[in-house]
């Protein structure tokens, strides 16, 4: 029996997410079993760039696979929620010239007709990793949330907390990669703060899973399905 493509996403991202939390985890142990080895800061160093390469590489990973799923469904803009037009708008900007000519307006109008389907670069193009999922510098937060808005993602953080360590880890990854030094302010201080570092972008990834995992089990990129 022929796998349908919603099982066969919903299986590689489940797989996906399944095989980054393994290695934080498995990596996270071992610098925890070396905390009075004379290396613990070296290793506490090679995590903090560890855990960011995974939440960089998960969130652009699961955006893509799931932009790339709506896009082979070739629905037109009229069936999808709001979002969906923002983004293919976004994307007709990249060829967009200023000039007298009013020609190209005319046209990116009908472009933007309802009965358009949505359609967009993604494989290999850099337009749509910069400007559209946002992520052509670091995955701090203010980016993160631009993500959350592109996909409709109700992002949860009433207290603040997953923000002020989410912006921590960014910060003490650039400082490593750029110095090989951690740094000297916005820093952890031990491995009990790597610890929670480590707990927030963990659950934050499964909730990002769920999010994208229900909206394609539920169809919600259809606006019927928030009609109904």
Request: aromatic share 12%; net charge neutral.
């Amino acid at each position: 029996m022929k796998t349908r493509p919603d099982e066969k996403l919903i299986f590689e991202l489940t797989t996906a997410l399944s095989n980054r939390k393994k290695e934080i985890t498995d990596f996270y142990m071992y610098i925890r079993a070396c905390q009075h080895s004379g290396i613990e800061e070296t290793l506490n160093k090679s995590f903090i760039l560890l855990l960011y390469a995974h939440w960089e590489g998960f969130i652009k990973e699961y955006t893509i696979k799931y932009f790339s799923f709506v896009i082979s469904q070739k629905l037109v803009l009229s069936k999808l929620t709001e979002n969906f037009l923002w983004i293919y708008l976004k994307s007709l900007l990249e060829k967009y010239k200023v000039n007298t000519n009013i020609s190209q307006e005319k046209r990116m109008l009908d472009m933007i007709s309802k009965n358009s389907k949505f359609k967009i670069k993604i494989d290999e193009n850099e337009y749509f990793e910069k400007y559209i999922v946002g992520t052509e510098s670091n995955l701090k937060f203010k980016n993160y949330k631009n993500i959350c808005t592109i996909l409709n993602y109700n992002l949860i953080d009433e207290t603040n907390v997953f923000e002020t360590n989410l912006e921590k880890l960014v910060h003490n990854r650039n400082s490593i990669a750029h110095t090989g030094l951690k740094a000297k302010e916005n820093t952890y201080s031990d491995i009990l703060d790597i610890e929670i570092m480590k707990n927030l972008i963990i659950g934050e990834m499964e909730n990002f899973h769920s999010f994208i995992e229900k909206n394609i089990i539920n169809k919600e990129y259809l606006v019927s399905m928030h009609n109904a």
